[in-house]
């Protein structure tokens, strides 16, 4: 059974940084990409980051490039998402994601609030 867990978020001031995790079980996590997403209050979910399976490549949406990045450990089977130099439009619930058996599998998400 796959399963993702998403962990590290929380309140943060604007400019500050949060580093989230997503731990993942239930099948070869080393050999399929990832992804992250997130849904902000009333907008539709949109890709964040995607990582390849060994991390060797990595893509960002145009908003966040240079201020986050996408990681992997395929010894720990978790992928991460440094973000840094937040911004209040960062606020959101962000989903781990991966395309694992022909099929879409979610996390449960983890909040992200941007705020002074």
């Known amino acids: 059974q796959v399963q993702l867990v998403e962990s590290g978020g929380g309140l943060v001031q604007p400019g500050g940084s949060l580093t989230l995790s997503c731990d993942a079980s239930g099948f070869t996590f080393s050999i399929y990409a990832m992804s992250w997403y997130r849904q902000a209050p009333g907008k539709e979910r949109e890709l964040v980051a995607s990582?390849?399976?060994?991390?060797?490549?990595?893509s960002y949406v145009d908003s966040v490039k240079g201020r986050f990045t996408i990681s992997r450990d395929n010894a720990k089977n978790t992928v991460y998402l440094q973000m840094n130099s937040l911004k209040p439009e960062d606020t959101a619930v962000y989903y781990c994601?991966?395309?694992?058996?022909?099929?879409?599998?979610w996390g449960k998400g983890t909040l992200v609030t941007v705020s002074s």
């Open positions: 990582i390849t399976s060994a991390g060797g490549s990595t």
């Open positions: 994601k991966g395309f694992i058996w022909g099929m879409n599998h």
